[in-house]
């Protein structure tokens, strides 16, 4: 191996390592890119709100399903590609691991450029599909157009960084999040303010920031990869039905990731329609805080699942439960602990944060500072959750993780969403998704439990 591929590379053993330092030489890179990654989410939304007002805001958070889509698919296909490949390499089948890797990338760039073209072609429709007012159809089309391009890199960005920590480098995966999130934070500020583009603005830093994140990505499967790297595959019938065949099964895995994300969309899309219901604009703008925080909230739990997952997903392909066991109880340790921190650290600062988006004289404000305690308290829920779900897809045991999912991000959400604000007034749009997320933590529970007794 070259001097350059090194990367002093993390000596990373799946097998025969122990738990607790494997599990901590991923966690620790991978939560702080995951963060870093997410403040660029809070920046458009800090800057955004700052610069353009609630409606800005509330466009914004119009737009984000998308956005989630587009993370959901390639974290969908990231983790599957993961799984598979984790398995392939315990049996030391390198070329099958680097066949399922070029597979993910390409099913990926397919699936998400057929959505951008979609919404190039017809932005304003598109925003009304997402639920777009008229009020905010300007706003909402003037951050689509410059943001769709950058999904592309995006998913790039996902499916890379599960790989790229499989292949032993979560460091470089780090820096792959950290330099697009300073660069787009930077961008945000110039763009906004001193350029005075508005939501454009903060679309377009989005669009470059991303571009440059999903260079460094493939970049690094180019120049500095071990064993993943690209393979050249066949265009003959059969290699295409085998294509097919290995990103369903990548799919299959990864879907209850997928539906996480879109669970997030539906998250936006109903909370959107409940809030504006009872509070108009006004209560949109205040709900957007809550979706620009909960990225933030799920890239801790994700950081995780994610860290955990190669450890689980090799030891599984050589069938050491014992290590399986270990990893996961390390995994539902450092969940609880991150979401009970993650809740204290909401409920005390919710006006400072609502304060940060949003002008105390916008009515908006108000309803956030009132609002984001109560929203605080799916952080333990979720984390666990989301910990659970990640162990399931990373034994291969695709029903239960995509049935958890289902239960957590749209059986238990939306009628929380419609039901609990009648039963207890505006407090229950903000109890919707902690009452969601509880519900899922009760059955998983139970169930693990039953399993265990067996």
């Known amino acids: 191996m070259t001097q350059d591929r090194n990367l002093d590379r993390d000596k990373l053993d799946f097998g025969n390592g122990k738990i607790g330092p494997l599990f901590r030489a991923?966690?620790?890179?991978?939560?702080?890119?995951?963060i870093f990654n997410s403040a660029l989410t809070l920046a458009d939304g800090i800057f955004v709100g700052n610069g353009a007002g609630a409606n800005g805001i509330a466009a914004v958070n119009i737009v984000a399903p998308l956005f989630m889509l587009s993370t959901g698919v390639g974290l969908m296909l990231g983790i599957g590609a993961s799984v598979i490949a984790s398995i392939r390499l315990s049996e030391n089948n390198i070329k099958a691991a680097?066949?399922?890797?070029?597979q993910?990338?390409?099913?990926?760039?397919?699936?998400?450029?057929?959505?951008?073209a979609a919404a190039l072609i017809r932005p304003a429709a598109t925003a009304r599909l997402l639920g777009c007012s008229p009020e905010l159809e300007t706003n909402a089309t003037a951050y689509l157009i410059p943001l769709a391009p950058s999904l592309i890199f995006i998913l790039v960005q996902c499916?890379?960084?599960?790989?790229?920590?499989?292949?032993?480098?979560?460091?470089?995966?780090?820096?792959?999040?950290?330099?697009?999130?300073?660069?787009?934070?930077?961008?945000?500020?110039?763009?906004?303010f001193p350029l005075g583009m508005g939501v454009a603005g903060a679309a377009l830093a989005t669009s470059i920031s991303c571009g440059i994140g999903g260079i460094i990505v493939l970049t690094y499967f180019v120049r500095f990869a071990d064993k993943l790297c690209f393979y050249r595959l066949k265009l003959s019938a059969t290699s295409l039905k085998l294509s097919m065949r290995n990103t369903g099964y990548m799919m299959k895995i990864g879907f209850a990731t997928f539906l996480t994300e879109g669970a997030m969309g539906i998250m936006?899309?109903?909370?959107?329609?409940?809030?504006?219901?009872?509070?108009?604009?006004?209560?949109?703008?205040?709900?957007?805080?809550a979706c620009f925080l909960f990225p933030v909230v799920f890239s801790i739990a994700n950081a995780v699942a994610q860290s955990a997952q190669p450890i689980i997903s090799f030891n599984h392909g050589v069938s050491r439960t014992d290590r399986i066991s270990r990893a996961l109880k390390v995994a539902l340790l450092t969940a609880s602990v991150c979401?009970?921190?993650?809740?204290?650290?909401l409920w005390a600062s919710a006006g400072t944060i609502a304060g940060a988006f949003l002008p105390?004289?916008?009515?908006?404000?108000?309803?956030?500072?009132?609002?984001?305690p109560l929203f605080a308290t799916c952080a333990l829920f979720f984390a666990v959750n989301i910990t659970f779900i990640g162990y399931y897809q990373s034994i291969e045991e695709a029903g239960l993780s995509i049935f958890y999912t289902f239960l957590r991000g749209i059986i238990f959400l939306v009628p929380a969403f419609l039901l609990m604000p009648e039963l207890i007034g505006s407090k229950g749009l903000w109890l919707a998704i902690p009452a969601a997320e509880a519900l899922t933590l009760a059955v998983i529970c139970t169930h693990y439990t039953a399993r265990r007794h067996m």
């Not at 991923?26 to 995951?34: A, D, K, R, S, V």
């Not at 979401?339 to 650290?345: A, D, K, S, Y």
């Open 98 to 102: 680097r066949i399922i890797m070029t």
């Open 360 to 372: 105390a004289s916008e009515p908006a404000y108000a309803i956030a500072s009132d609002g984001l």
């Open 268 to 289: 936006m899309f109903t909370g959107n329609i409940a809030f504006m219901k009872i509070h108009g604009e006004a209560g949109v703008a205040a709900y957007s805080i």
């Open 159 to 192: 499916v890379g960084m599960m790989l790229i920590r499989l292949d032993g480098s979560p460091n470089y995966a780090m820096w792959s999040q950290l330099i697009p999130a300073s660069i787009n934070i930077a961008l945000d500020y110039i763009m906004i």
């Open 339 to 345: 979401g009970i921190l993650v809740t204290i650290g």
């Open 104 to 116: 993910a990338f390409l099913a990926g760039i397919l699936i998400i450029g057929a959505m951008v």
């Open 26 to 34: 991923m966690f620790f890179p991978t939560l702080i890119g995951m």
